[in-house]
């Protein structure tokens, strides 16, 4: 139990070691001369000052909260770089962010788990599919440069497309937060940026975790990852099984780079860091980089029940040769006319500040083509004119018979 004040005492006291006077202190932590004479008198600081005031009084939130200082012999969580009290009140900010009306969501933070209801009567022989997903090195240049909210939405809208494309529709989301010290306004960004995701993809996030790792990672750097649980019918599973000679492959136009080829962008700003503020269509740079990767789920579910989709792929790292192949069966080969790619302003911006050749873009990006679908000939129109109600597409192949997956003809025009 908290003895006020003994608390008092040691701030009064501590503050004077310091040669301090209240008012000084005061200005200091820009609160008024009342509250600090209010603190030495046995009212105590709310959670987020006792973190201020105890760097200002070079001691630790513990050391306040016990009204001592403890001797160099003792140890404490908060001198290894962890204040409880500040972490619990950051989980009770999250709360918020966790609430739901899904019925399924059975418990919130708090817990020692989540609990989901995985009751799916209408759902003939369901299959749960699964999935982890870190926004890479996209996210150093997000928390560079302002884009906490939006770096939550790449990672959740990657995750989701990542499931969506085999038929998939998303329940759960789990995240988890890495970080040397935790900065409350900041995580509370993160949290809901990734709620903000989740409510879009129609899905809920159910929890996760925030790991304060002092002296593991530095200070100011956060690192993300999060895991994603959704629900098919065995039947209705879309894996490229049924993909045959004749089917036409469609290409669904993406915003960006979505979550990849970042290594090699920051490499060009290292060594051209003029680019950031370069103007491309009405944008910088940075502003064209830094959109959200284009969340596909919605478009899918539109074309959900069309017979004749054999296949579908998302299209991340690897670009359309690294990611299109998973879905072709042995035998057969997805022949692709690059002059019918419609790559973005963007990507024309980097290849030609890079002076990087095709092949090396096709590899690294998408070049403009997020999501590749193989439809049948006969319902090719139809799938056409529903996706295009979300997004841009077209036809840019067809599958042949082939012992090589990918088949590259024609030239992308940059």
Known sequence: MLDNQKIASF??????????TQAEAAQILNVSFQAVSKWENGTLPNVE???ELAALLNVSVDEILAGREFNNE?????????DICYTDAIKKD?????????PRVLNGLGAFASLYDISFPE????VLVLKSEEPGSKQKLALEYGYSKSICHDMVNHLVNDIAVMGAAPLAILDTIVCGSAEKDTINSFIKGISDACTEND???AGGETSIQPNVVGNGVYILTSSIAGIVSRKNIIDGSSTKEGDIVLAVASNGLHTNGYSLVRLLMDKMPGIKLDKINGETFIEQIMKPHTPYYKAIKNISGI???HGMAHITGGGIEGNLCRVIPDGLGAEIDLSLLKPLPV????????NIDTKEMLTTFNCGAGLNIIVSKDCKDKVISRIKKFYDCYEIGSIIKSNKKILFRGNVTW
């Open 49 to 51: 000052m006792l973190v």
């Open 307 to 309: 017979p004749g989709i």
């Open 123 to 126: 759902i003939q022989d369901p």
């Open 203 to 205: 899905c809920v996030l």
């Open 11 to 20: 701030i009064a006291n501590k503050r004077k070691e310091l040669d301090m």
């Open 74 to 82: 003792n140890f404490s969580y908060s001198k290894a770089g962890v």
């Open 347 to 354: 990507f024309s911006y980097i290849q030609k500040a890079g």
């Open 94 to 102: 999250m709360a918020k962010f966790l609430k739901t009306e899904n």
